[in-house]
């Protein structure tokens, strides 16, 4: 069982949005503004497309975007394009130097 | 362009011991800004942080493996390695290593993954 918790699955049509949330505790995500989002196909290293709860790294579309309201973290991904299609990951910290990881959502493209 | 590159057996008997090295290129392994970490994913498992190292060799791990694992670093070679002992079928799983941001959770660079089978 995962530290943090997302649902196992998203789906979504080509264009539309998808939300996928990440629901932690008043330790972790709602005591650090330490959240990130990993997409990872699989056989390929996992990317970093959200950190600090709701920036993007250089290279990542606009589509990605994060925000965080108590102990849930969220990503939407907007215009939702095949290549979106993917595992997604949250990340957060439960201290100083400990990381937590959620289950993963697979998400489906329309 | 930073890259980092893991190597290592792809095959450990139960109960021996798994090691691991990540090469870094592209970007000095010696620098304040990061740290270096290894994680793993298993068989239809999430994402797991295993630990992470500063150049200057403090280490964290995760509270369930750190009785069983050390990372160190070789600054001179730009690498870290993982040593994680007496493992079982459980340990089999895809071992990554990556860059942390020193400050926060952002692991921004990873390596391409390496696949480690646990033999009885």
């Known amino acids: 069982q995962s530290a943090l918790t997302q649902p196992p699955s998203a789906s979504g049509s080509l264009g539309q949005s998808v939300t996928i949330s990440c629901t932690g505790t008043?330790?972790?995500?709602?005591?650090?503004?330490?959240v990130a989002w990993y997409q990872h196909h699989r056989g390929k290293a996992p990317q970093l497309v959200i950190y600090?709860?709701?920036k993007r790294p250089s290279g990542v579309p606009d589509r990605f975007s994060g925000s965080k309201s108590g102990n849930t973290a969220s990503l939407t991904v907007s215009g939702l394009q095949a290549e979106d299609e993917a595992d997604y990951y949250c990340s957060a910290s439960a201290a100083t130097n400990d990381v937590l990881f959620g289950g993963g959502t697979k998400l489906t493209v329309l | 362009q930073l890259q980092l590159r893991e190597s290592g057996p792809g095959l450990v008997k139960s109960s021996e011991t798994l090691s691991l090295t990540c090469s870094v290129s592209?970007?000095?392994?010696?620098?304040?800004?990061?740290?270096w970490g290894w994680l793993r994913q298993a068989p239809g498992r999430g994402l797991e942080w295993i630990g992470n190292?500063?150049?200057?060799?403090?280490?964290y791990y995760n509270p369930s493996l750190k009785s069983r694992v050390t990372i160190s670093v070789d600054t001179s070679k730009d690498q870290f390695s993982l040593r994680l002992t007496s493992v079982t079928a459980a340990d089999a799983a895809v071992y990554y290593c990556?860059?942390?941001?020193?400050?926060?959770?952002?692991?921004?660079?990873w390596g391409q993954g390496a696949q480690v089978t646990v033999s009885s």
């Open positions: 008043s330790s972790d995500i709602g005591r650090y503004d330490y």
């Open positions: 990556a860059r942390r941001d020193y400050w926060d959770v952002t692991f921004d660079h």
């Open positions: 592209g970007g000095p392994l010696a620098t304040a800004a990061f740290y």
């Open positions: 190292i500063f150049y200057s060799g403090t280490a």
């Open positions: 600090h709860v709701n």
